[in-house]
Protein backbone atom coordinates (compact mmCIF):
# COMPACT_ATOMS: atom_id res chain seq x y z
CA UNK A 1 0.00 0.00 0.00
CA UNK A 2 2.85 2.41 0.63
CA UNK A 3 4.48 1.11 -2.63
CA UNK A 4 1.33 2.27 -4.64
CA UNK A 5 1.42 5.47 -2.53
CA UNK A 6 4.40 6.57 -2.81
CA UNK A 7 4.17 5.98 -6.66
CA UNK A 8 1.23 7.65 -6.97
CA UNK A 9 2.47 10.57 -5.00
CA UNK A 10 5.70 10.13 -7.42
CA UNK A 11 3.15 10.46 -10.59
CA UNK A 12 1.47 13.35 -8.93
CA UNK A 13 4.63 15.27 -8.45
CA UNK A 14 5.62 14.29 -12.03
CA UNK A 15 2.55 16.15 -13.46
CA UNK A 16 2.96 18.93 -11.87
CA UNK A 17 6.77 19.49 -12.49
CA UNK A 18 5.62 18.90 -16.27
CA UNK A 19 2.71 21.35 -16.30
CA UNK A 20 4.90 24.10 -14.49
CA UNK A 21 7.50 23.48 -16.79
CA UNK A 22 4.76 23.42 -19.98
CA UNK A 23 2.94 26.73 -18.43
CA UNK A 24 6.51 28.27 -17.78
CA UNK A 25 7.96 27.75 -21.17
CA UNK A 26 4.71 28.47 -22.72
CA UNK A 27 4.64 31.81 -20.84
CA UNK A 28 7.84 32.60 -22.19
CA UNK A 29 7.12 31.78 -25.70
CA UNK A 30 3.78 34.10 -24.95
CA UNK A 31 6.67 36.70 -24.33
CA UNK A 32 8.86 36.29 -26.87
CA UNK A 33 5.49 36.17 -29.16
CA UNK A 34 4.52 39.90 -27.88
CA UNK A 35 8.46 41.44 -28.11
CA UNK A 36 7.51 42.79 -31.22
CA UNK A 37 4.30 44.05 -30.36
CA UNK A 38 5.84 45.67 -27.21
CA UNK A 39 8.44 47.06 -29.51
CA UNK A 40 5.94 48.75 -32.10
CA UNK A 41 3.80 50.62 -29.41
CA UNK A 42 6.92 52.31 -27.80
CA UNK A 43 6.85 55.81 -28.10
CA UNK A 44 4.42 55.12 -31.13
CA UNK A 45 0.87 56.45 -31.09
CA UNK A 46 -0.09 55.10 -34.45
CA UNK A 47 0.68 51.46 -35.45
CA UNK A 48 -0.23 49.48 -38.30
CA UNK A 49 -0.30 45.82 -38.51
CA UNK A 50 -0.57 42.33 -40.51
CA UNK A 51 0.07 38.94 -40.34
CA UNK A 52 3.51 37.77 -43.50
CA UNK A 53 1.34 35.47 -44.90
CA UNK A 54 -0.81 37.81 -46.66
CA UNK A 55 0.21 40.13 -49.28
CA UNK A 56 -0.75 43.24 -48.21
CA UNK A 57 2.03 45.02 -49.67
CA UNK A 58 0.58 43.85 -53.28
CA UNK A 59 -3.25 45.04 -52.09
CA UNK A 60 -2.09 48.39 -51.05
CA UNK A 61 0.08 48.89 -54.10
CA UNK A 62 -2.56 48.12 -56.41
CA UNK A 63 -4.84 50.55 -55.16
CA UNK A 64 -2.50 53.13 -54.94
CA UNK A 65 -4.06 54.58 -51.59
CA UNK A 66 -1.73 54.21 -49.74
CA UNK A 67 0.58 56.01 -51.71
CA UNK A 68 -0.98 58.84 -52.06
CA UNK A 69 -1.18 58.89 -48.46
CA UNK A 70 2.18 57.97 -46.63
CA UNK A 71 3.82 60.08 -49.75
CA UNK A 72 6.15 58.64 -52.44
CA UNK A 73 9.04 58.39 -49.79
CA UNK A 74 8.10 56.28 -46.98
CA UNK A 75 6.00 54.30 -49.78
CA UNK A 76 9.18 53.91 -51.91
CA UNK A 77 10.29 52.35 -48.64
CA UNK A 78 7.98 49.76 -48.45
CA UNK A 79 8.23 48.20 -51.75
CA UNK A 80 11.87 48.11 -51.51
CA UNK A 81 11.50 45.89 -48.28
CA UNK A 82 9.05 44.04 -50.52
CA UNK A 83 10.98 43.70 -53.55
CA UNK A 84 14.32 42.67 -51.68
CA UNK A 85 13.84 41.64 -48.48
CA UNK A 86 10.23 39.91 -48.00
CA UNK A 87 10.66 38.42 -50.97
CA UNK A 88 13.81 36.70 -50.36
CA UNK A 89 12.31 32.97 -49.96
CA UNK A 90 14.37 32.44 -46.57
CA UNK A 91 13.66 35.94 -44.96
CA UNK A 92 9.92 34.86 -45.96
CA UNK A 93 10.10 31.74 -43.93
CA UNK A 94 11.85 33.10 -41.13
CA UNK A 95 8.50 35.31 -40.53
CA UNK A 96 6.08 33.38 -41.90
CA UNK A 97 2.81 33.98 -40.28
CA UNK A 98 3.97 36.62 -38.34
CA UNK A 99 2.80 39.54 -37.21
CA UNK A 100 4.17 42.48 -39.16
CA UNK A 101 4.23 46.11 -37.48
CA UNK A 102 4.60 49.51 -39.26
CA UNK A 103 4.83 52.36 -36.53
CA UNK A 104 4.83 55.77 -37.29
CA UNK A 105 7.53 57.47 -34.73
CA UNK A 106 8.22 61.48 -34.42
CA UNK A 107 11.59 62.11 -35.62
CA UNK A 108 13.99 65.01 -36.18
CA UNK A 109 13.64 67.85 -38.12
CA UNK A 110 10.20 67.50 -38.90
CA UNK A 111 10.05 63.54 -39.97
CA UNK A 112 8.35 61.20 -39.04
CA UNK A 113 9.87 57.76 -38.95
CA UNK A 114 8.93 54.22 -39.83
CA UNK A 115 9.70 51.27 -37.89
CA UNK A 116 9.05 47.87 -38.94
CA UNK A 117 8.94 45.31 -36.29
CA UNK A 118 8.34 41.51 -36.42
CA UNK A 119 10.05 38.39 -35.45
CA UNK A 120 11.78 35.30 -36.57
CA UNK A 121 10.80 31.81 -36.06
CA UNK A 122 13.13 30.23 -33.25
CA UNK A 123 16.54 28.53 -34.41
CA UNK A 124 16.99 31.49 -36.92
CA UNK A 125 20.54 33.52 -35.79
CA UNK A 126 21.35 36.17 -36.61
CA UNK A 127 24.40 35.09 -38.39
CA UNK A 128 22.45 33.17 -40.75
CA UNK A 129 20.27 36.22 -41.65
CA UNK A 130 23.60 37.80 -42.48
CA UNK A 131 24.57 35.17 -44.71
CA UNK A 132 20.97 35.17 -46.66
CA UNK A 133 20.97 38.59 -47.34
CA UNK A 134 24.87 38.78 -48.49
CA UNK A 135 24.24 35.74 -50.69
CA UNK A 136 21.15 38.07 -52.39
CA UNK A 137 23.60 41.23 -53.01
CA UNK A 138 22.28 43.24 -50.24
CA UNK A 139 25.51 45.54 -49.19
CA UNK A 140 25.82 44.75 -45.05
CA UNK A 141 27.90 46.83 -42.64
CA UNK A 142 28.19 46.60 -38.64
CA UNK A 143 27.36 49.63 -36.83
CA UNK A 144 27.21 49.91 -33.35
CA UNK A 145 24.84 47.48 -32.35
CA UNK A 146 23.28 47.63 -35.71
CA UNK A 147 23.12 46.76 -39.14
CA UNK A 148 23.19 49.13 -41.67
CA UNK A 149 21.63 47.75 -45.34
CA UNK A 150 22.09 49.61 -48.53
CA UNK A 151 19.68 47.90 -50.56
CA UNK A 152 20.34 47.55 -54.96
CA UNK A 153 17.68 50.53 -55.40
CA UNK A 154 20.14 52.26 -52.81
CA UNK A 155 17.57 52.76 -49.67
CA UNK A 156 19.11 52.31 -46.66
CA UNK A 157 17.67 50.36 -43.89
CA UNK A 158 19.59 49.52 -40.39
CA UNK A 159 18.43 46.71 -38.80
CA UNK A 160 18.34 45.88 -35.12
CA UNK A 161 17.87 42.18 -33.52
CA UNK A 162 17.60 41.23 -29.79
CA UNK A 163 16.72 37.03 -29.48
CA UNK A 164 13.82 36.57 -31.59
CA UNK A 165 12.53 40.37 -32.22
CA UNK A 166 13.52 42.06 -35.37
CA UNK A 167 13.80 45.73 -36.15
CA UNK A 168 13.72 47.87 -39.17
CA UNK A 169 14.01 51.43 -40.08
CA UNK A 170 15.67 54.02 -42.29
CA UNK A 171 16.91 55.88 -39.03
CA UNK A 172 18.36 54.74 -36.07
CA UNK A 173 17.06 56.53 -33.31
CA UNK A 174 13.56 54.62 -33.23
CA UNK A 175 15.38 50.89 -32.76
CA UNK A 176 18.12 52.45 -30.54
CA UNK A 177 15.11 53.42 -28.29
CA UNK A 178 13.34 49.97 -28.77
CA UNK A 179 16.95 47.90 -27.70
CA UNK A 180 17.48 50.90 -24.82
CA UNK A 181 13.71 50.39 -23.52
CA UNK A 182 12.44 47.53 -20.90
CA UNK A 183 10.95 44.88 -24.15
CA UNK A 184 7.99 43.21 -22.45
CA UNK A 185 7.32 45.84 -19.78
CA UNK A 186 4.15 46.37 -18.66
CA UNK A 187 1.96 47.96 -20.95
CA UNK A 188 -2.03 49.15 -20.67
CA UNK A 189 -1.55 49.63 -24.52
CA UNK A 190 -0.28 46.66 -25.42
CA UNK A 191 -2.58 44.70 -23.21
CA UNK A 192 -5.40 46.50 -24.89
CA UNK A 193 -4.42 45.74 -28.10
CA UNK A 194 -4.09 42.03 -27.39
CA UNK A 195 -7.78 41.76 -26.05
CA UNK A 196 -9.22 43.65 -29.11
CA UNK A 197 -7.23 42.81 -31.68
CA UNK A 198 -9.21 41.27 -34.68
CA UNK A 199 -7.07 40.17 -37.43
CA UNK A 200 -8.45 36.98 -39.62
CA UNK A 201 -8.23 35.83 -42.85
CA UNK A 202 -10.49 38.38 -44.31
CA UNK A 203 -9.71 41.69 -42.20
CA UNK A 204 -6.23 41.61 -43.59
CA UNK A 205 -4.89 44.32 -41.59
CA UNK A 206 -5.35 46.30 -38.24
CA UNK A 207 -4.54 50.18 -36.81
CA UNK A 208 -4.30 50.73 -33.76
CA UNK A 209 -4.02 54.34 -32.25
CA UNK A 210 -2.52 55.80 -28.98
CA UNK A 211 -3.94 59.29 -28.53
CA UNK A 212 -2.00 59.57 -25.41
CA UNK A 213 0.66 60.07 -27.46
CA UNK A 214 -0.69 61.98 -30.58
CA UNK A 215 0.79 65.06 -29.24
CA UNK A 216 4.18 63.79 -29.54
CA UNK A 217 3.36 62.81 -33.16
CA UNK A 218 1.82 66.14 -33.97
CA UNK A 219 4.88 68.27 -32.99
CA UNK A 220 6.93 66.26 -36.07
CA UNK A 221 3.95 68.42 -38.80
CA UNK A 222 2.71 71.30 -37.26
CA UNK A 223 3.79 73.73 -35.10
CA UNK A 224 1.08 74.24 -32.65
CA UNK A 225 -1.56 71.86 -31.24
CA UNK A 226 -4.11 70.52 -32.90
CA UNK A 227 -6.90 73.49 -33.97
CA UNK A 228 -10.40 73.93 -34.80
CA UNK A 229 -12.91 71.42 -34.18
CA UNK A 230 -10.36 68.56 -33.88
CA UNK A 231 -8.56 70.26 -31.12
CA UNK A 232 -11.06 68.14 -28.42
CA UNK A 233 -8.56 65.10 -29.72
CA UNK A 234 -5.62 66.37 -28.91
CA UNK A 235 -4.48 64.97 -25.50
CA UNK A 236 -7.03 62.44 -24.83
CA UNK A 237 -6.62 59.52 -23.38
CA UNK A 238 -7.82 56.85 -24.90
CA UNK A 239 -6.85 53.46 -27.33
CA UNK A 240 -8.60 52.12 -30.70
CA UNK A 241 -8.33 49.27 -32.51
CA UNK A 242 -9.55 49.53 -35.95
CA UNK A 243 -9.18 46.94 -38.73
CA UNK A 244 -8.43 48.61 -42.51
CA UNK A 245 -10.88 48.02 -44.97
CA UNK A 246 -9.37 48.23 -48.84
CA UNK A 247 -11.37 49.79 -51.67
CA UNK A 248 -10.26 51.58 -54.65
CA UNK A 249 -11.84 55.17 -53.75
CA UNK A 250 -11.56 55.24 -49.74
CA UNK A 251 -10.05 53.82 -46.86
CA UNK A 252 -12.59 53.05 -44.25
CA UNK A 253 -11.54 51.93 -40.99
CA UNK A 254 -13.90 49.92 -38.33
CA UNK A 255 -13.38 49.10 -34.96
CA UNK A 256 -13.76 50.45 -31.52
CA UNK A 257 -12.33 53.44 -29.27
CA UNK A 258 -11.90 53.08 -25.54
CA UNK A 259 -11.71 56.26 -23.15
CA UNK A 260 -9.03 55.34 -20.56
CA UNK A 261 -10.00 57.99 -18.26
CA UNK A 262 -13.57 57.79 -16.95
CA UNK A 263 -13.04 61.79 -15.99
CA UNK A 264 -12.69 62.88 -19.99
CA UNK A 265 -15.40 64.52 -21.57
CA UNK A 266 -15.49 62.25 -24.22
CA UNK A 267 -16.55 59.48 -21.45
CA UNK A 268 -19.62 61.29 -21.19
CA UNK A 269 -20.82 60.15 -24.60
CA UNK A 270 -19.73 56.66 -24.04
CA UNK A 271 -23.00 54.78 -22.51
CA UNK A 272 -25.36 56.92 -25.25
CA UNK A 273 -27.71 55.69 -27.63
CA UNK A 274 -26.60 56.63 -31.05
CA UNK A 275 -29.00 59.60 -32.54
CA UNK A 276 -29.42 60.80 -36.04
CA UNK A 277 -27.22 63.53 -37.06
CA UNK A 278 -29.18 65.85 -39.17
CA UNK A 279 -27.36 69.35 -37.50
CA UNK A 280 -25.17 68.98 -40.11
CA UNK A 281 -28.02 70.14 -42.81
CA UNK A 282 -27.54 73.99 -41.60
CA UNK A 283 -23.50 74.38 -42.18
CA UNK A 284 -22.62 76.56 -45.29
CA UNK A 285 -20.82 75.45 -48.60
CA UNK A 286 -17.47 76.94 -47.05
CA UNK A 287 -17.14 74.61 -43.67
CA UNK A 288 -14.04 73.23 -43.22
CA UNK A 289 -14.21 70.74 -40.55
CA UNK A 290 -16.89 70.38 -37.53
CA UNK A 291 -17.50 68.06 -34.46
CA UNK A 292 -20.85 66.97 -33.81
CA UNK A 293 -22.49 65.88 -30.13
CA UNK A 294 -25.45 64.13 -30.39
CA UNK A 295 -27.22 62.71 -26.59
CA UNK A 296 -30.14 60.67 -25.89
CA UNK A 297 -31.31 62.02 -22.62
CA UNK A 298 -30.16 65.29 -21.89
CA UNK A 299 -31.59 65.81 -18.29
CA UNK A 300 -29.50 62.36 -17.60
CA UNK A 301 -26.45 63.44 -19.71
CA UNK A 302 -26.26 67.21 -17.71
CA UNK A 303 -26.32 65.23 -14.07
CA UNK A 304 -23.28 63.63 -15.95
CA UNK A 305 -22.14 66.60 -17.27
CA UNK A 306 -22.44 68.56 -13.53
CA UNK A 307 -20.01 65.31 -12.21
CA UNK A 308 -17.21 66.47 -14.86
CA UNK A 309 -17.52 70.03 -14.01
CA UNK A 310 -16.81 68.80 -10.62
CA UNK A 311 -13.86 67.04 -11.51
CA UNK A 312 -12.29 69.89 -13.57
CA UNK A 313 -13.19 71.80 -10.40
CA UNK A 314 -15.98 74.43 -12.90
CA UNK A 315 -18.66 73.02 -10.84
CA UNK A 316 -18.86 75.85 -8.55
CA UNK A 317 -18.57 78.65 -11.39
CA UNK A 318 -21.28 77.19 -13.32
CA UNK A 319 -23.36 77.21 -10.65
CA UNK A 320 -22.68 81.06 -10.26
CA UNK A 321 -23.33 81.40 -13.68
CA UNK A 322 -27.61 80.16 -13.41
CA UNK A 323 -27.55 82.15 -9.78
CA UNK A 324 -26.39 85.34 -11.59
CA UNK A 325 -29.42 84.71 -14.57
CA UNK A 326 -31.83 83.94 -11.83
CA UNK A 327 -30.75 86.90 -9.09
CA UNK A 328 -30.00 89.40 -11.63
CA UNK A 329 -32.81 89.09 -14.80
CA UNK A 330 -35.32 86.59 -12.99
CA UNK A 331 -35.21 84.38 -14.81
CA UNK A 332 -34.13 80.32 -14.48
CA UNK A 333 -31.86 79.27 -17.60
CA UNK A 334 -32.74 75.37 -16.48
CA UNK A 335 -36.33 76.41 -17.74
CA UNK A 336 -34.71 77.10 -21.56
CA UNK A 337 -31.79 74.68 -22.37
CA UNK A 338 -32.77 71.56 -20.59
CA UNK A 339 -36.31 72.27 -21.46
CA UNK A 340 -35.55 73.50 -25.29
CA UNK A 341 -32.44 71.80 -26.31
CA UNK A 342 -33.57 69.14 -28.73
CA UNK A 343 -30.50 66.30 -29.02
CA UNK A 344 -27.50 67.62 -30.73
CA UNK A 345 -25.22 70.62 -31.05
CA UNK A 346 -22.48 71.29 -33.30
CA UNK A 347 -19.14 73.61 -33.44
CA UNK A 348 -17.89 74.26 -36.43
CA UNK A 349 -15.07 76.23 -38.56
CA UNK A 350 -15.35 78.06 -42.01
CA UNK A 351 -12.48 78.32 -44.99
CA UNK A 352 -11.92 81.89 -43.28
CA UNK A 353 -11.24 80.17 -39.54
CA UNK A 354 -13.88 81.86 -37.92
CA UNK A 355 -15.59 79.56 -35.37
CA UNK A 356 -19.07 79.20 -34.74
CA UNK A 357 -21.43 76.60 -33.20
CA UNK A 358 -25.06 75.43 -33.21
CA UNK A 359 -27.85 73.88 -30.99
CA UNK A 360 -30.75 71.91 -32.51
CA UNK A 361 -34.15 73.51 -29.97
CA UNK A 362 -37.31 71.79 -29.95
CA UNK A 363 -39.33 75.35 -30.49
CA UNK A 364 -36.96 77.73 -31.30
CA UNK A 365 -39.37 80.79 -31.05
CA UNK A 366 -40.15 79.82 -27.56
CA UNK A 367 -36.23 80.22 -26.86
CA UNK A 368 -35.97 83.58 -28.41
CA UNK A 369 -38.59 85.07 -26.29
CA UNK A 370 -37.04 83.76 -23.50
CA UNK A 371 -33.83 84.73 -24.15
CA UNK A 372 -35.06 88.23 -24.76
CA UNK A 373 -34.10 89.81 -21.38
CA UNK A 374 -30.57 87.98 -20.82
CA UNK A 375 -29.77 89.18 -24.62
CA UNK A 376 -29.15 92.85 -26.13
CA UNK A 377 -30.10 93.25 -29.75
CA UNK A 378 -27.18 93.62 -32.16
CA UNK A 379 -29.32 93.86 -35.19
CA UNK A 380 -33.05 93.17 -36.73
CA UNK A 381 -31.39 89.25 -36.67
CA UNK A 382 -28.54 89.08 -33.90
CA UNK A 383 -28.57 89.32 -30.72
CA UNK A 384 -25.81 89.02 -28.08
CA UNK A 385 -25.87 87.27 -24.26
CA UNK A 386 -25.42 89.47 -21.21
CA UNK A 387 -23.30 87.59 -19.39
CA UNK A 388 -20.26 84.99 -19.61
CA UNK A 389 -20.36 81.37 -19.97
CA UNK A 390 -24.09 80.38 -19.92
CA UNK A 391 -23.40 77.61 -23.02
CA UNK A 392 -20.53 76.24 -21.45
CA UNK A 393 -22.67 75.80 -18.17
CA UNK A 394 -25.27 73.65 -20.04
CA UNK A 395 -22.80 71.93 -22.73
CA UNK A 396 -19.49 71.75 -21.45
CA UNK A 397 -15.97 71.77 -22.93
CA UNK A 398 -16.86 72.18 -26.46
CA UNK A 399 -18.45 75.25 -25.99
CA UNK A 400 -16.48 77.00 -24.02
CA UNK A 401 -14.82 79.05 -26.86
CA UNK A 402 -18.38 81.07 -26.76
CA UNK A 403 -17.65 83.00 -23.81
CA UNK A 404 -20.73 85.81 -24.71
CA UNK A 405 -21.65 85.06 -28.07
CA UNK A 406 -23.51 87.14 -30.64
CA UNK A 407 -26.16 84.28 -31.69
CA UNK A 408 -29.48 84.47 -33.91
CA UNK A 409 -32.19 81.98 -33.88
CA UNK A 410 -33.31 80.23 -37.34
CA UNK A 411 -35.88 77.25 -37.77
CA UNK A 412 -35.69 75.98 -34.48
CA UNK A 413 -31.72 76.73 -34.30
CA UNK A 414 -29.95 78.77 -32.07
CA UNK A 415 -26.37 79.70 -33.85
CA UNK A 416 -23.42 81.71 -31.92
CA UNK A 417 -20.32 82.92 -32.62
CA UNK A 418 -17.59 85.57 -30.80
CA UNK A 419 -18.38 87.58 -33.67
CA UNK A 420 -20.99 88.97 -35.22
CA UNK A 421 -20.09 89.25 -38.47
CA UNK A 422 -19.63 85.17 -38.40
CA UNK A 423 -23.51 85.24 -38.03
CA UNK A 424 -24.08 87.42 -40.33
CA UNK A 425 -21.71 85.09 -42.80
CA UNK A 426 -24.18 81.99 -41.65
CA UNK A 427 -27.10 83.65 -42.92
CA UNK A 428 -26.05 85.00 -45.62
CA UNK A 429 -25.23 81.32 -46.96
CA UNK A 430 -28.18 79.37 -45.11
CA UNK A 431 -31.16 81.99 -46.66
CA UNK A 432 -29.47 81.76 -50.28
CA UNK A 433 -29.34 77.20 -49.66
CA UNK A 434 -25.75 77.79 -50.06
CA UNK A 435 -24.92 74.31 -47.56
CA UNK A 436 -22.11 71.85 -47.52
CA UNK A 437 -24.95 69.25 -47.78
CA UNK A 438 -25.42 70.38 -51.48
CA UNK A 439 -21.78 69.73 -52.41
CA UNK A 440 -21.41 66.47 -53.93
CA UNK A 441 -18.22 65.31 -52.48
CA UNK A 442 -19.46 65.63 -49.16
CA UNK A 443 -22.78 63.93 -49.63
CA UNK A 444 -21.01 61.25 -51.07
CA UNK A 445 -18.61 61.17 -48.35
CA UNK A 446 -21.06 61.28 -45.05
CA UNK A 447 -23.82 58.68 -47.34
CA UNK A 448 -21.16 55.75 -46.69
CA UNK A 449 -21.20 55.85 -43.20
CA UNK A 450 -24.15 55.28 -40.73
CA UNK A 451 -26.19 58.61 -40.47
CA UNK A 452 -26.07 57.76 -36.73
CA UNK A 453 -23.69 58.71 -33.80
CA UNK A 454 -22.92 60.08 -30.78
CA UNK A 455 -19.88 61.95 -32.09
CA UNK A 456 -18.53 62.77 -35.57
CA UNK A 457 -15.38 64.83 -36.71
CA UNK A 458 -15.59 66.30 -40.18
CA UNK A 459 -12.78 67.62 -42.04
CA UNK A 460 -12.72 69.09 -45.66
CA UNK A 461 -9.54 68.82 -46.86
CA UNK A 462 -10.55 71.43 -50.04
CA UNK A 463 -12.13 74.30 -47.80
CA UNK A 464 -9.30 73.56 -45.27
CA UNK A 465 -6.61 74.60 -47.49
CA UNK A 466 -5.91 78.41 -46.27
CA UNK A 467 -6.10 76.41 -42.25
CA UNK A 468 -3.83 73.71 -43.53
CA UNK A 469 -1.06 76.08 -44.91
CA UNK A 470 -0.90 78.47 -41.66
CA UNK A 471 -0.82 74.86 -39.47
CA UNK A 472 1.42 72.65 -41.08
CA UNK A 473 4.73 72.30 -41.93
CA UNK A 474 5.42 72.61 -45.71
CA UNK A 475 6.49 68.81 -46.46
CA UNK A 476 2.74 68.25 -45.01
CA UNK A 477 1.04 70.81 -46.56
CA UNK A 478 2.35 69.94 -49.97
CA UNK A 479 1.46 66.15 -49.73
CA UNK A 480 -1.80 67.12 -48.77
CA UNK A 481 -1.97 69.93 -52.23
CA UNK A 482 0.03 67.59 -54.43
CA UNK A 483 -1.51 65.78 -57.08
CA UNK A 484 0.22 62.62 -56.37
CA UNK A 485 -0.64 63.16 -52.54
CA UNK A 486 -3.57 64.17 -51.39
CA UNK A 487 -5.12 66.71 -53.38
CA UNK A 488 -7.99 64.39 -55.24
CA UNK A 489 -9.57 63.42 -51.50
CA UNK A 490 -12.14 65.40 -50.10
CA UNK A 491 -12.73 64.44 -46.84
CA UNK A 492 -11.74 62.76 -43.67
CA UNK A 493 -14.36 61.53 -40.37
CA UNK A 494 -14.30 59.71 -37.49
CA UNK A 495 -17.41 58.66 -36.34
CA UNK A 496 -18.03 57.94 -32.43
CA UNK A 497 -21.01 55.88 -31.11
CA UNK A 498 -21.48 55.15 -27.55
CA UNK A 499 -21.40 51.39 -26.66
CA UNK A 500 -21.43 51.00 -23.20
CA UNK A 501 -18.65 52.36 -21.85
CA UNK A 502 -16.33 52.72 -25.36
CA UNK A 503 -17.47 53.60 -28.80
CA UNK A 504 -17.86 51.84 -31.85
CA UNK A 505 -15.95 54.07 -34.68
CA UNK A 506 -15.80 54.32 -38.21
CA UNK A 507 -13.21 56.34 -40.01
CA UNK A 508 -13.26 57.24 -43.60
CA UNK A 509 -10.66 59.03 -45.94
CA UNK A 510 -12.89 59.51 -48.79
CA UNK A 511 -11.37 60.29 -52.65
CA UNK A 512 -12.97 62.33 -55.31
CA UNK A 513 -15.55 60.09 -56.99
CA UNK A 514 -13.88 60.41 -60.95
CA UNK A 515 -16.01 59.34 -63.95
CA UNK A 516 -15.89 56.12 -66.07
CA UNK A 517 -13.23 56.36 -68.91
CA UNK A 518 -16.24 54.35 -70.94
CA UNK A 519 -18.99 56.26 -69.60
CA UNK A 520 -20.62 59.85 -68.43
CA UNK A 521 -21.79 57.33 -65.08
CA UNK A 522 -19.95 57.37 -61.72
CA UNK A 523 -17.18 54.69 -60.99
CA UNK A 524 -19.05 52.65 -58.51
CA UNK A 525 -16.60 51.34 -55.55
CA UNK A 526 -15.68 47.88 -55.18
CA UNK A 527 -13.72 46.28 -52.66
CA UNK A 528 -10.27 44.90 -53.53
CA UNK A 529 -10.53 40.81 -52.86
CA UNK A 530 -8.02 39.56 -50.73
CA UNK A 531 -5.39 36.68 -52.70
Known amino acids: M ?14 ITMAYLYFSGLNSELKNNDSSLYAATTNSAFVFSFENDKSVLDILKAQDLFKEIAGDDKFSELESLKTYILSVPEINYAIDKQAVYISLIPGSDKNVDFLYSTQVKSGISIDQLRKVLKDHSIEIVNKENLISIRLPD ?3 FYLGIKDNLLLLSSTTKPIINVLSSSINKSSKFVDYIKSNSRITKNSVAEVYINFELMPSLLKAVMPGKLTGELSVLDNQHAFANLTYNFSKEKILLTGTTTPNDDNSFLHLFAGLKAQKISITNILPENTANYSVFAIDNYTNWKKSLNEWFTVVKDDQSTSKIIKTFNEKYRINPDQIFPKYFKNQFITFQLNTAEKIGAIELSNGDKVTQLLLDLSTEYSQDIKVLKEDNLLYAYFGEPLKKFKRPFYCIIDNYMVFSNNASSIQSFLNSYKNNKLLINNQDYSTAIDQLANTANISYFIGLKNSS ?11 YKQIKNENGLKNYTSFI ?5 DNGKFQTNVLINKKIKLSPDSNSLQTDSIISIP
Open 466 to 476: DIFLKNLYQPY
Open 154 to 156: SNI
Open 2 to 15: KKILAIIITLIAAI
Open 494 to 498: YQLSG
